[in-house]
């Protein structure tokens, strides 16, 4: 039964970790770029799109479908950094316990 208790109580410690975790993140931002830096994004932690930078050399009308990659692949871009960044908080707060590979966390 005790160790039932400490159980519980390790859990919702945890609990309030990724709570505080979640709240970091949320306030991370990273910056994606494409295109050499002509086009960029940043992103919040909740991807949240926070701003665009395209610059004036874009801005041609036969290369609409190439800003359209470029914003795309700017976003992509910031996309993995802020992931990478929430991946490294987790390993960080989750190192130590008996969690099975390829499981995702936050539950």
Same mark, same amino acid.
């Given at each position: 039964?005790?160790?039932?208790?400490? =159980?519980? @109580? /390790?859990?919702?410690?945890?609990?309030? %970790?990724?709570?505080?975790?979640?709240?970091?993140?949320?306030? &991370? #931002?990273?910056?994606?770029?494409?295109?050499?830096?002509?086009?960029?994004?940043? =992103?919040? @932690? /909740?991807?949240?799109?926070?701003?665009? %930078?395209?610059?004036?050399?874009?801005?041609?009308?036969?290369? &609409? #479908?190439?800003?359209?990659?470029?914003?795309?692949?700017?976003?992509?871009?910031?996309?993995?950094?802020?992931?990478?960044?929430?991946?490294? %908080?987790?390993?960080?707060?989750?190192?130590?316990?008996?969690?099975?590979?390829?499981?995702?966390?936050?539950?």
């Amino acid at each position: 039964m005790k160790d039932l208790l400490g =159980l519980m @109580g /390790k859990a919702k410690e945890m609990q309030a %970790k990724f709570q505080a975790m979640q709240d970091e993140i949320a306030t &991370v #931002e990273a910056v994606g770029q494409a295109g050499g830096g002509l086009v960029s994004i940043t =992103l919040s @932690g /909740k991807f949240d799109i926070k701003s665009l %930078k395209l610059d004036p050399s874009l801005f041609r009308e036969d290369e &609409v #479908e190439i800003l359209e990659d470029l914003i795309l692949a700017a976003h992509n871009d910031a996309k993995a950094k802020v992931e990478q960044i929430m991946q490294e %908080k987790t390993k960080a707060l989750t190192a130590g316990l008996p969690i099975p590979p390829g499981m995702k966390l936050p539950f």
